[in-house]
């Protein structure tokens, strides 16, 4: 198996933004070191378009793909640093209160500790790599997946099988014959090889079934460990999404999470967005000016049920796309409870 099955096989297991991110990360890094200003950094390289709860199980993998070296990847966060305080403003986003009034209308699930949480999905997120010949590629890589998460500990435990879909190619750019290699069923396979995550990025069923229930602490939560400034409300909103994608919180915390995030400053509402595989909803929005990004979450229009998220461009110099393109998008399809995952399989 040479590299790049291998790096595809990777990204099979995890979406491929995190890549992105880690790329980001690293240049911040690197910039801080060099004493320059991050923000121009940020604008030069392709930046997340939502940050993914699984993003630092790729670590290792992305330092050794990026960089030879050993490299310190930092997070959105300052975890040593002193925590500040953030006081709740009145929420503005009407979709997110209607999403929180209507969180008991949807059956609830109790999993139950040695039991696993099971989410079937699809997605899109940008793939970036190079061909056989080393030149750069871009494609908008494809796949449905099903996450056994066990209810109780970190990803390392967690089973994924997925299809791989046909790929899209990333607006304005060719399709290379190397996206469409893996296309097909691959798993069950290990989620994560570790997850280092801060405790307070935990989403594992007993983490978030102990998270506040009150909006005001639900959102001081969201901010934990950030700062007070513009970045900070982009991350809090990137917090959001991943306490609900391959996770599942009970009815209690959920409605808490929405109000709390209908407060987020910035937020508006966006009257048509669809899903990943072509539902129509209502999403509350925010946009995110550094990669000139409208990151969207979307949610039945009468039932208010999370549907699933993606990110529109708005700004086609930043996104490097034109305005208007989807360049990230999932659905959320179903979420039960099974009492064990199935056993994974060595694909080599």
Do not use: C
């Amino acid at each position: 198996m040479n590299e790049m099955t291998q790096l595809k096989r990777f990204r099979s297991e995890i979406p491929r933004r995190d890549l992105t991110e880690l790329q980001t990360q690293e240049n911040r890094l690197l910039a801080a070191i060099a004493d320059q200003p991050s923000a121009g950094v940020e604008r030069a390289v392709r930046r997340p378009r939502f940050t993914n709860r699984l993003r630092l199980g790729l670590t290792g993998l992305a330092v050794a793909t990026v960089t030879a070296g050993t490299l310190t990847i930092v997070t959105d966060s300052e975890p040593d640093a002193p925590q500040t305080i953030h006081t709740m403003p009145m929420a503005a986003s009407q979709v997110l209160k209607r999403a929180a009034d209507n969180v008991g209308k949807t059956p609830e699930l109790y999993p139950e500790p040695g039991q696993f949480l099971v989410f079937e999905s699809q997605t899109m997120n940008p793939s970036a790599g190079q061909d056989r010949k080393g030149r750069p590629e871009i494609h908008l890589y494809r796949t449905k997946r099903k996450v056994w998460l066990p209810v109780e500990g970190d990803a390392t435990g967690g089973v994924i099988e997925s299809e791989l879909l046909p790929p899209k190619p990333f607006p304005g750019r060719p399709l290379s014959p190397e996206a469409s290699e893996d296309v097909g069923r691959h798993g069950p396979s290990k989620l994560a090889d570790f997850d280092d995550r801060a405790e307070y990025l935990r989403s594992d069923y007993t983490y978030v079934s102990r998270l506040p229930t009150e909006p005001a602490k639900m959102y001081e939560h969201l901010y934990s460990h950030l700062g007070h400034n513009a970045q900070a409300d982009t991350d809090a909103w990137g917090r959001v999404r991943d306490l609900l994608t391959e996770a599942y919180l009970p009815a209690a915390q959920r409605a808490a999470l929405f109000r709390a995030a209908a407060a987020i400053p910035g937020v508006i509402t966006v009257d048509n967005a669809v899903d990943a595989v072509g539902r129509k909803g209502i999403a509350a929005a925010r946009v995110d000016p550094v990669i000139g990004e409208r990151q969207e979450y979307i949610f039945d229009r009468k039932t208010y049920m999370y549907l699933g998220e993606r990110s529109v461009v708005i700004d086609a110099a930043k996104a490097e796309a034109p305005v208007g393109s989807v360049l990230t998008s999932s659905a959320q399809l179903k979420v039960s409870v099974a009492d064990h995952a199935p056993a994974v399989v060595d694909e080599d």
